[in-house]
């Protein structure tokens, strides 16, 4: 449900919010409808509006769309990449193993957002080169734990058995390692996911993330965070919907896991 | 009785499947008097071990008692409160468990877990209970007991270590012990003394004793009286010698049978050698070899049986022959052709040619294919077969083996460990091998099943011409299906010949020792095999180095 509400926005954002992303309806952090001192507007401003009176729920509601699909893009994409380079190194072992260890101990060894902070000033700040970094750099954490999860799982006797067979590599990892280890990769997912939230918002803080006036969560609730010392509910209705979709992909992949392998321990 | 220890009445246990309740126990009824031992027998999932917790008032997690009695010394136990229940435990009623290595906490030494709970209870000061430690391991016969109580678990041997948890057990001089499968896992000449250990212990102290087993001729040297136990429900039950002579039930006769089967391996007189073997070594890194200058040859069509206990090197040199551990020296020939070491270079024909089967069947399947696929990839990967002729092979397949088309949507999971063993053979004879390497498949059975797979393995071979490595530390399993023998020990070969040779005397000294080892199902094989060993090991001392020639 929580989902289906936030997929909804993504697709439809523009149909359904009632103003433009970047409207200025109001005046500055004016309070929801609940409060007799909401802007007399039509629609009206019913969670409000931000420090420039912008209407609120319409830039939740684009922003979920910023937001949402960038993490959604970001994480898949690292978990591509950092699946794909872990379960080779458990697979082949060797060479390859400690080049591919190694490399990510070097790129681990950096504090994460000063890395992305260097990387993202030298190659500029267009979201391709958003994703990419962050990307690669979570890409790193999931590689650790796809090659543990792996090498758990090459010493079972099965894929022993499918390695005798005279398997490829790919097969071993596609159909041996990968069934075996979705579980705990989509309890990693769905956290994972939540992460990356947090570390576009930080780099968006910091100005070389999604750029304003460009709507998302994480930047709506630092923009607006001065609010929450005059009493005002503002920052945290973008915090309440990271909060709830947090919980949300969970759920759902909690449901998932249950559904499709079985699994009654995530 | 109202002067029983512990009397459990209509006993029911369920245990959690899914969303409900399942019942696994159906009302079983027993008293176990002072001093008596009651030995409770029966396959795994007949509820025994369940039984032998609840005998605490206790359950798994999981299961529940649904409904019945224990009595210990005519107190209700179920329902009572959880400070009861836990004075009982370790203090009246003691548990001794399958495996040691995971009752015993690797971070402390064995002494100071030995006085752990008789200090707590406040029974004695640390100092009195190390020296009453001291004491008991003296009594059940440990090897140099100051340093065993120094030293931490990893560094005695398991046998050693069962012992220590008997010891531990009788810490608290508690009126009743259960003791769960304390043997199970170890080898043959291991089990022996600690056997020896757990009766002189029930003597000396004149505990009572539960002593849950799936191994008839186990129990029958320890217990006074026998409950045969199957799906949860007594089968029979009596004094240890009604039940050993003239049992009532057919499924009594059948365990009484399993130690019967008839002898014999392929028969098929010895032909070209399939795959030799010639002076191979092998370490696992830079250890010390675990396999020393072994030569064999594997005949066409025929099974060599190769025995050993566990240490012995007898898996490593299966691991070896399929190319997982390639060998620091010595060669490997399939066909007269020299082999590549590793595994990884080796053609897919000969990959192909070599299949081998593992001890544990839930291990050695994907949980997560189903049957069509653990089966059905091996003819696709070797044959190109696909569509319905797939299909039709796949069947063919599961049928050999006794199993049928309504499994294969299975997943593993959902399989008994004998139809998980099964597939793990039909997966192994899809490739149509020359060899199948069998490491100790038999092992991790129930000894009715373990039969059944020994028999399907030989039929298998008559009609298929397969030859057969069969790695096992149970030389009562190689009576009925060995060609030929292979005794291992420290990882060299103590001899080899004919079935015939090697089981019929003379025997050199440690393939009699191996064969002495082996439960009888009979009163009174315990003592004697104990007198047989303290005298051929007083010779073997004298005459050490004296090798009888192998062939």
Known sequence: MLISVNLVAVLFAPLIAPYGETDTVGGVWSPG???????????????????????????????????????????????????LLGFLAAVLRGWVDQTLSRIVDVLMAFPTLILALVVLSAMGTSTAVLIGVIATIDATQIFRVSRALARDIVVMEYFEA??????????????????NALGPLMAEFGLRFCFVFLFISALSFLGLGIQPPTADWGSMVRENAAAISFGMLIPLFPALAIALLTIGINLVVDWFLQKSVGLKDG | MADALISVKDLVLEAQDGGGWRQIVHGVSFDLAAGE????????????????????????????????????EGKELIGAPEEDLRQISGQTVAY?????????????????????????????????????????????????????AQSYPHQVSGGQLQRCMVAMAMACNPRAIIFDEPTTALDVTTQIEVLVAIRNAIAEFGTAAIY???????????????MVLRNGREVESGAIGQILDTPAHPYTRDLLAVRKTPYGGSGKTEG???????????????????????????PEGRTVALVGESGSGKSTLGRVLAGLLPPVSGQIKLDGKQLAPDAMRRDKDTLRRI????????????????????????????????????????AELLGEVGLDETYLDRRSAEMSGGEKQRLCLARALAANPD?????????????????????????????????????????????????????????????????????NPPYADYTKLLLSSVPEMRHGWLDQAIAERQVSASRAHAAHDVHRSSK
């Open chain 1, 33 to 83: 409808i609940w409060s007799a001192d909401t802007p007399d507007i039509s629609p009206p401003a019913i969670l409000g509006t931000d420090q420039l009176g912008r209407d609120l729920l319409s830039r939740l509601i684009y922003g979920a769309r910023n937001t949402i699909l960038l993490a959604i893009v970001i994480t898949a994409l690292s978990f591509t990449i950092g699946v």
């Open chain 1, 162 to 179: 499918a390695r005798l067979r005279g398997e490829r590599v790919w097969w071993l990892m596609v159909e041996e390692v990968l069934p």
């Open chain 2, 37 to 72: 031992v009651l030995g409770l027998i029966g396959e795994s999932g007949a509820g025994k071990s369940s039984i032998g917790i609840a005998a605490m008032g206790r359950t798994r997690p999981g299961v529940r008692i649904a409904s019945g009695s224990v009595r210990l």
């Open chain 2, 96 to 148: 001794v468990a399958q495996s040691a290595a995971a009752a015993f906490n690797p971070a402390h030494k064995i002494i100071d877990q030995f006085a752990e709970t008789a200090v707590q209870e406040g029974r004695m000061s640390a100092q009195a209970a190390r020296a009453l430690g001291l004491e008991i391991f003296r009594k059940l016969d440990l090897p140099d007991p100051e340093r065993i």
């Open chain 2, 212 to 226: 849950i087993t799936h191994d008839l001729a186990v129990v029958a040297q320890i217990a006074d009286r026998i």
């Open chain 2, 272 to 298: 070209a050698a399939l795959a030799t073997i010639c002076n191979v070594s092998a370490a696992y890194g830079k250890a010390a070899p675990t396999i020393k200058d072994i030569s064999l040859s594997i």
């Open chain 2, 355 to 394: 299949q081998m089967v593992y001890q544990s069947p839930d291990t050695a399947l994907n949980p997560r294919h189903r049957v069509r696929k653990i089966v059905g990839r091996p003819v696709r990967f070797y044959f190109g077969t696909t569509g319905s002729a797939l299909g039709d092979r796949v």
């Open chain 2, 435 to 503: 060899l199948i390497i069998c490491d100790e498949v038999t092992s991790a059975l129930d000894q009715l099943i373990a039969r059944d797979i020994v028999d399907l393995l030989k039929r298998i071979q008559q009609k298929s011409g397969v030859s057969y490595l069969f790695i096992t530390h149970d030389i009562d399993t190689v009576r009925s299906i060995a060609d030929d023998i292979v005794v291992l020990k420290s990882g060299e070969i103590v001899e080899q010949g004919s079935r015939e040779t090697i089981l």
